[in-house]
């Protein structure tokens, strides 16, 4: 199922806002981990876990190795879920 | 599948109650936030959860004053720091606070030989090696013999810290093979070093006084690829996926409850559709499902053997039951496929009472505490009663197909134990001798509060086409509620609908966990002088207790005045099977008249004097799709 990049922010907000228990998030595409508090390492990984338990997707490692920031982040979520 | 906590309610407004418990003092929050432990949660809620109760760690600690905290101490090769809000909230789960120590990874011997190590510091009560299998048996070299040695000489030191107890996770089967299915005889194999340690660490483990948390056998269940991501590994060094660590949080929160005491003690089953397919009051001996030849039979012959091992190594067996007692005990004494006999019941409470109530009888009379039972009911009514009543009893979410019964009590661990004692075998005889001795005795419970929030409807129409079948299928078959036990074929109840002279029902309960499909049919023969005589009025039991009977007769007299009736008639007539109706009109306030010929009795109400009878139900009047009927609702 194909889905719009509002969609896919939407619901990555949606992901950010629970996991960071913060419901101010707004992301956009220059967001990175030195925007919010508590993304660390080990929370860089719970994203990467619930995102591809949400969208149904799985990232290889290489991609991950790349990722730059949420924009980075949305576009690989949109190619995968084209594929 | 133990891939999610598949025993445990889902809450589908998990956030909300969430919400609302933070803003509650946190002492006043203790029994919600172990309700939204005991649900169904995820990765993410429970993080959040474990936030929660580590912003209010003191609070918390204190909360759980049933049961000493536990001081656990990792040890580990690898990445665990994801796996420790989940073995925290496991550990919550079941009411024992965890104060957690992370070792720096691969630091094993360095930390328990240094005296002034952060473990030492820490004062561990609980130390747990969670060693991964590239560590133990991926590299060169590598032996089963020398991997088990090296854990024995940790686990040695270990146990020098005073009170200490330890816990071996087993290896995590993720090493590839080099041959296939006798990958075993291939020494060199890491996958062979690998199957050999965990076949060798039972004994070692015995001999040691250790305790095994068994991830091999349990990510063997879900499939080791749910458990193992080679993507994560390699990036973060987590042998176990994040996505599984409420799965292994709540496997060790097992253990660590079980190391303080707390642990359930007696499995309570319901019996109807849970102990055998079928009614037994309804279908009587010959009609329940049980035994071979039938695929749901077997299914439940399967619950009746598990729950007898359960018993053979311990674990007291109850009853409870909506049912007459004569017709419950039937199948235990008499039906030939009967795994389960009444001397494997320790106490066993058939009856029309709610069953929060049976379930306080249930403990007093085996001096048990509730929190010490599990109760298995296929009836979502029953396990949210008690899930709201009781929040302490253990209420596993039985599947709707019986043949996942079985699965969802296991994979629950609710009877974990870590030794056999001779205690143990002899448990049920001596339960039962005590419940002999016992008197039942009457307790109450808020069963108001309860039906109040039940947000019950009762949906009410004529008879009509659509209903016909079951209408039909309710007169012929039911047996207990059934005040006349008068059988008609569908011609004749069709021949009902078509004629003014008969004023007919049917009824179906809808409460905020579902539909519970058509429970009750009227008829009633406008007679002259004004007079209804009710013809038949039969209700599934499964309703009982819900005050559909009350709300049934508002209905009745309702429709009556607006007949111009004056005068409701009852009749009861007795069988061997509907001894629960015998009162029923005189409950409901009818007069009773004249005597009693052969126990039938007749029953007569003044329309004019009748007060409605307060309720929690809402009536509404409208057709409903019965069609959905011909497959029961669970």
């Known amino acids: 199922m194909r889905l719009t990049t509002e969609e896919i922010y939407s619901q990555l907000t949606e992901i950010f806002r629970d996991i960071f228990d913060d419901e101010s998030i707004v992301l956009t595409p220059e967001t990175t981990a030195a925007d919010i508090d508590d993304w660390d390492s080990f929370n860089h990984i719970n994203l990467l876990v619930a995102t591809e338990q949400r969208f149904g997707i799985k990232f290889k490692t290489a991609e991950l190795e790349d990722l730059k920031n949420v924009g980075h982040l949305v576009q690989l979520i949109s190619t995968k879920k084209r594929a | ?634």
């Open chain 2, 1 to 634: 599948m133990l891939r999610d906590l598949s025993w445990l309610p889902l809450k589908t407004d998990w956030n909300a109650h969430f919400q609302a418990a933070k803003q509650k003092p946190f002492a006043e929050a203790t029994a919600d936030l172990l309700a939204l432990a005991n649900s169904r949660i995820d990765l993410i809620g429970t993080q959040k959860l474990d936030k929660y109760l580590q912003q209010n760690a003191d609070a918390a600690r204190d909360s759980l004053s049933s049961a000493r905290p536990v001081r656990l101490a990792i040890l580990s090769s690898c990445t665990t720091t994801h796996l420790i809000p989940s073995i925290r909230v496991g550990a919550f789960r079941r009411g024992v606070w965890a104060d957690i120590y992370e070792a720096p990874y691969s630091m094993m011997t360095q930390e328990l030989a240094n005296p002034a190590s952060g473990l030492h510091q820490f004062k561990p009560d609980v130390v747990l090696f969670s060693l991964d299998a590239n560590y133990v048996a991926g590299s060169a070299g590598a032996t089963a013999q020398s991997a088990i040695d090296d854990m024995r000489r940790l686990w040695k030191m270990a146990k020098e810290i005073p009170g200490c107890t330890v816990i071996q996770q087993t290896l995590l089967p993720v090493l590839p093979r080099v041959a296939g299915s006798n990958e075993h005889r291939f020494f060199n194999s890491p996958n062979a070093i690998l199957s050999a340690v965990n076949s060798a660490l039972r004994s070692a483990a015995e001999e040691d006084g250790v305790h095994l948390l068994a991830i091999d056998e349990y990510s063997s269940r879900a499939g080791v690829a749910a458990w193992h991501d080679p993507t994560l590994w390699l990036r973060a060094k987590q042998e176990i996926h994040p996505g599984i660590a409420h799965i292994y949080g709540d496997l060790l929160g097992r253990l660590l409850a079980t190391l303080r005491g707390k642990s359930y003690k007696c499995l309570v089953l319901d019996l109807d559709n849970t102990v055998w397919g079928g009614v037994i009051g309804d279908d009587g001996l010959d009609g329940i499902v049980l035994g071979q030849g039938n695929a749901v039979g077997e299914a439940h012959v399967a619950l009746q053997r598990y729950a007898k091992r359960l018993a053979e190594r311990g674990i007291i067996l109850a009853v409870c039951s909506k049912n007459d007692e004569a017709n419950a005990r039937l199948p235990f004494e008499r039906h030939p496929d009967m795994v389960l006999r009444s001397g494997d019941i320790a106490c066993f409470i058939a009856n029309w009472q709610d069953k929060a109530t049976n379930l306080r009888t249930i403990a007093k009379t085996l001096n048990i505490g509730l929190d010490s039972l599990v109760f298995a009911d296929d009836n979502p009514f029953e396990r949210n009663l008690i899930r709201q009543e009781l929040p302490m009893v253990a209420v596993p979410e039985l599947p709707e197909d019986a043949a996942l019964y079985v699965d969802a009590i296991s994979d629950g661990g609710f009877f974990e134990a870590l030794t056999l004692t001779s205690e143990d075998l002899a448990r049920t005889q001596q339960y039962q001798a005590n419940a002999e001795r016992e008197r039942m005795k009457d307790t109450t419970t808020d069963l108001a509060g309860y039906l109040g929030s039940l947000q019950m409807e009762l949906h009410w129409s004529p008879f009509d086409s659509v209903g016909l079948s079951r209408i039909t299928q309710l007169i012929n078959k039911s047996n207990q509620f059934n005040l006349t036990t008068r059988r008609y074929t569908e011609a004749e109840v069709a021949a009902m609908m078509d004629n003014p002279g008969y004023l007919t029902l049917q009824l179906r309960l809808t409460d905020r966990f579902g539909d519970n499909g058509m429970i009750a049919v009227i008829i009633g023969r406008v007679q002259p002088g004004a007079t209804l005589d009710l013809d038949t009025w039969l209700m599934s039991c499964r309703v009982l207790g819900r005050q559909v009977e009350e709300a049934t007769l508002n209905l009745i007299v309702a429709c009556a005045q607006s007949l111009d009736i004056r005068h409701v008639r009852g009749t009861y007539l007795p069988t061997a099977k509907n001894g629960m109706v015998k009162d029923h009109y005189g409950r409901l306030g009818f007069q009773q008249v004249s005597g009693e010929v052969d126990g039938n009795s007749r029953w007569l109400l003044e329309v004019g004097e009748y007060a409605p009878a307060t309720t929690f139900i809402k009536t509404v009047e409208g057709a409903i799709d019965y069609r959905r009927d011909l497959q029961p609702a669970n």
